[in-house]
Nanobody
Framework: QVQLVESGGGFVQPGESLRLSCVASGNMYSIDFVDWYRQVPGTQREREFVAGITFAGFANYADSVKGRFTLTRDAGNTFSLQMNNLTPEDTALYHC???????????WGLGTQVTVSS
């Protein structure tokens, strides 16, 4: 079992930055990547992939955030999403996610809210 806990969300104005963190704990040998998804509560929009990073260090990004967001693995099991030049379209609940390497089991954090508004 793996636990994922997000933090760092908040309310910012367009053009500002936020840094989200996801701390993973538990059986880390059962996963080999961590990614971030976002979803706007109360809308029909599906949960959207934002960025992911493998434990080998390979990162990939959604087109909508390329050049603005950077995902890194910091000391320990912290996965940080640096978000720059935020826009109102980035407003969402951001979730950390991973999946068991050998079983059909997904791990989700509860999420951290990001609101971008003037």
């Amino acid at each position: 079992q793996v636990q994922l806990v997000e933090s760092g969300g908040g309310f910012v104005q367009p053009g500002e930055s936020l840094r989200l963190s996801c701390v993973a704990s538990g059986n880390m040998y059962s996963i080999d990547f961590v990614d971030w998804y976002r979803q706007v509560p109360g809308t029909q929009r599906e949960r959207e992939f934002v960025a992911g990073i493998t434990f080998a260090g390979f990162a990939n990004y959604a087109d909508s955030v390329k050049g603005r967001f950077t995902l890194t693995r910091d000391a320990g099991n912290t996965f940080s999403l640096q978000m720059n030049n935020l826009t109102p379209e980035d407003t969402a609940l951001y979730h950390c996610h991973s999946k068991h390497r050998f079983q059909e089991v997904n791990f989700w954090g509860l999420g951290t809210q990001v609101t971008v508004s003037s």
